[in-house]
């Protein structure tokens, strides 16, 4: 079976990592890395794969995507240039999926929404955030159970884990995550926080979950709720850890996670790329059995 | 130490700082009370928002009883000279609720970044200056960095469009002479139109005299609070400070009856429990963790049968910064199922 041809727009640590997790798949040939500097590791690592690679942003990239037949594009810029890099690339007839908290499309929670997302058949399809692909199965796990008045999300990330896009864009971060608890994780109100730690060695993923039931909480209920979602998301991330919780206290309820990653690029502790980059990847080979399959199209 | 005649600016810190001992649940008509009597006492700069900046009410760090909206505008349109900043931490806050402040009338936006990742306030920062409000970048837990990396990141935020950069010593860790190195180091290497500014923590006791090193060392800005009001064993008490400074010469505008008064009258009476050194406010100090952690760590020693001094130097310990209050549940349920509590 041919395996369906994509782009990898970004070649920072969420790229890179993305492009070691593609390389492994059975549904999606990783063909194209574009960064931006010569001299990024990224590029280089994507060249000593075999990949065709341009430093000249997605300019440098899409006069080849029709004669490459290109179908599937990753965005792992910035939300900054997310914008103008989805427009060209669906201009040339792919599908982009949008690992940036730009949030054009409609928001992927893989063990959530994605099926019915996919059946929208957007051109652009949104994944969230790492904090939010860590966070919003949980706050669904309680929503699914009762109805939750609000849900908090704190997501602590290892300083070498953030790079300069998600130091650029940390204000989109909060935004699109909080957004996504409410869209997707079913809360009335969302809040998120990320902080970014810099002790040595390096901090493994680490995500806070408050919901605020709005009548007290079936605990039974939940807790069988969260155990079942925790097991969906380790399907795509084996390294999704329930450490604590979920604790209780009046209609409090608090899920204290860790998220180890697969060590492709950045070592384990950066589960908070794996999280993101399995979603993406999990949403671009769904997207490749429909295309194939000729339900989908631009 | 011959400070004759140095000028300083004090910041008052009891209407932000101290919303951590009083859970953020200071209501309208105590700060309004407190603040017009700052404003009398010829206080220049007052901190009105969430202890944890704008945007912080949250179930992690705690709802405040009001909006960081509402307690600015009650405040800032009955003052007559006193300004007001508001303190925002990228992460907990954004450029949204930046302008909302600004809309407000606050004269100061202080940007708090953890004292290695300076980088993320570079929208907030660029955004304050271009508003032409008074911008400051704040690195916090200044003891994790060393005096040439707190240079390395203060020109980031320098290079952003701070025109004063505070040395931010949120876990009360620093000595004298260790404030007197950071503050040198950022003296020496930002322009010389850079204001620096020194943040302290009583935790230690040494709240004053480091105060007192970080103006020998050129430092024009001095947050302190009446009566202490602040997270841990409170910040640099007002009252004494400006006792001290009269003392000494440092001229600093501010009428010490007055802000004695305020601390005795308004402050004291108020106090959810007394701010001071206690043991747990001490092992903050002595581990250097975050000071707004104290009471979160209490609330979890009574919840789960541990002691707070435990749970506060396994957060040192496990090298946390600040904001990291999920950590604090976290940690107790880890060791109260280590003992078999739970």
């Given at each position: 079976m041919e395996r369906v041809r994509c782009a990898i727009i970004g070649s920072g640590n969420i790229g890179t990592d993305l492009m070691y997790k593609a390389l492994r798949s059975a549904e999606i040939e990783p063909v194209w890395m574009v960064g931006i500097d010569p001299d990024s590791d990224g590029l280089a690592r994507a060249r000593s794969h075999g990949l065709k690679t341009t430093h000249e942003g997605v300019d440098g990239l899409i006069a080849h995507m029709r004669e490459d037949n290109i179908r599937i594009a990753f965005d792992a810029t910035s939300a900054y240039a997310h914008a103008e890099n989805s427009r060209k690339v669906i201009e040339q007839g792919a599908v982009m999926i949008d690992l940036t908290p730009a949030a054009i499309g409609p928001?992927?929670?893989?063990?959530?929404?994605?099926?019915?997302?996919?059946?929208?058949?957007?051109?652009?399809?949104?994944?969230?955030?790492?904090?939010?692909?860590?966070?919003?199965?949980?706050?669904?796990?309680?929503?699914?159970?009762?109805?939750?008045?609000?849900?908090?999300i704190i997501a602590t990330v290892s300083s070498r884990s953030a790079g300069p896009g998600t130091r650029a864009n940390i204000d989109e971060f909060t935004r699109t995550t909080a957004t996504g608890v409410e869209r997707v994780g079913g809360a009335k109100r969302g809040k998120a926080i990320i902080i970014i730690n810099p002790a040595e060695p390096p901090i493994?993923?680490?995500?806070?979950?408050?919901?605020?039931t709005e009548t007290e909480p079936d605990q039974e209920a939940i807790r069988a709720s969260v155990h079942a979602m925790i097991a969906e998301v380790q399907k795509y991330v084996p390294g999704y850890q329930l450490k604590n919780g979920p604790v209780f206290?009046?209609?409090?309820?608090?899920?204290?996670?860790?998220?180890?990653?697969?060590?492709?690029?950045?070592?384990?502790?950066?589960?908070?790329?794996?999280?993101?980059?399995?979603?993406?990847?999990?949403?671009?080979?769904?997207?490749?059995?429909?295309?194939?399959a000729g339900r989908y199209s631009v | 130490m011959n400070l004759q005649g140095k000028k300083i600016t004090l910041h008052e810190m009891?209407?932000?700082?101290?919303?951590?001992?009083?859970?953020?649940?200071?209501?309208?008509?105590?700060?309004?009370?407190?603040?017009?009597?700052?404003d009398e006492a010829g206080m220049p700069l007052i901190e009105v928002t969430h202890g944890d900046g704008l945007g912080g009410s949250s179930v992690n760090y705690g709802f405040g009883l009001h909006s960081d909206e509402e307690y600015l505008r009650a405040v800032i349109p009955r003052m007559k000279q006193m300004k007001v900043s508001a303190l925002l931490l990228p992460g907990i806050g954004t450029v949204d609720h930046l302008r909302m402040a600004v809309d407000c009338g606050v004269h100061c936006i202080r940007v708090a970044t953890h004292c290695t990742e300076a980088d993320v306030s570079a929208?907030?920062?660029?955004?304050?200056?271009?508003?032409?409000?008074?911008?400051?970048?704040?690195?916090?837990?200044?003891?994790?960095?060393?005096?040439?990396?707190?240079?390395?990141?203060?020109?980031?935020?320098?290079?952003?469009?701070?025109?004063?950069?505070?040395?931010?010593?949120?876990?009360?860790?620093?000595l004298p002479h260790d404030v007197t190195a950071r503050i040198t180091a950022l003296r020496e290497g930002l322009q010389p139109g850079t204001a620096v500014g020194f943040h302290g923590h009583h935790n230690m006791g040494m709240s004053i005299a480091n105060s007192l090193?970080?103006?020998?060392?050129?430092?024009?800005?001095?947050?302190?609070?009446c009566a202490g009001l602040g997270a841990g064993a409170g910040n640099t008490p007002t009252e004494a400070f400006v006792a001290v400074a009269n003392r000494m010469g440092i001229e600093t505008g501010v009428d010490l009856y007055k802000?004695?008064?305020?601390?005795?009258?308004?402050?004291?009476?108020?106090?959810?429990?007394?701010?001071?050194?206690?043991?747990?406010?001490?092992?903050l100090g002595y581990a250097g963790?975050?000071?707004?952690?104290?009471?979160?760590?209490?609330?979890?020693?009574?919840?789960?049968?541990?002691?707070?001094?435990?749970?506060?130097?396994e957060m040192g310990r496990r090298k946390t910064v600040g904001g990291q209050e999920d950590m604090i549940e976290d940690v107790a349920l880890d060791m109260a199922r280590e003992r078999g509590l739970i």
């Open positions: 928001y992927c929670i893989p063990s959530v929404n994605l099926a019915a997302q996919i059946a929208l058949g957007a051109s652009n399809l949104n994944m969230v955030t790492c904090g939010g692909q860590a966070t919003i199965p949980m706050v669904y796990a309680v929503s699914r159970v009762q109805p939750v008045d609000y849900g908090e493994i993923m680490r995500d806070t979950i408050h919901c605020l206290d009046g209609r409090r309820v608090s899920i204290f996670l860790e998220v180890a990653g697969l060590g492709d690029y950045l070592p384990t502790y950066a589960g908070n790329l794996d999280i993101m980059t399995a979603a993406g990847l999990r949403t671009g080979e769904l997207i490749a059995a429909e295309l194939r | 009891s209407l932000r700082d101290g919303m951590h001992p009083q859970r953020h649940q200071i209501t309208l008509d105590q700060m309004i009370a407190i603040a017009t009597a700052c929208q907030h920062i660029k955004l304050a200056s271009k508003l032409g409000v008074d911008t400051v970048g704040f690195l916090m837990m200044a003891h994790m960095n060393t005096p040439e990396g707190l240079l390395h990141q203060a020109k980031l935020m320098e290079s952003y469009g701070a025109t004063t950069i505070y040395i931010t010593d949120s876990a009360g860790f620093l090193a970080a103006v020998e060392a050129g430092a024009v800005r001095i947050d302190v609070a802000v004695m008064d305020v601390a005795e009258d308004l402050i004291v009476p108020m106090m959810h429990q007394m701010v001071r050194v206690d043991r747990d406010a001490l092992v963790v975050y000071s707004s952690f104290l009471l979160f760590a209490k609330r979890a020693a009574t919840r789960y049968g541990l002691s707070a001094r435990d749970i506060l130097m």
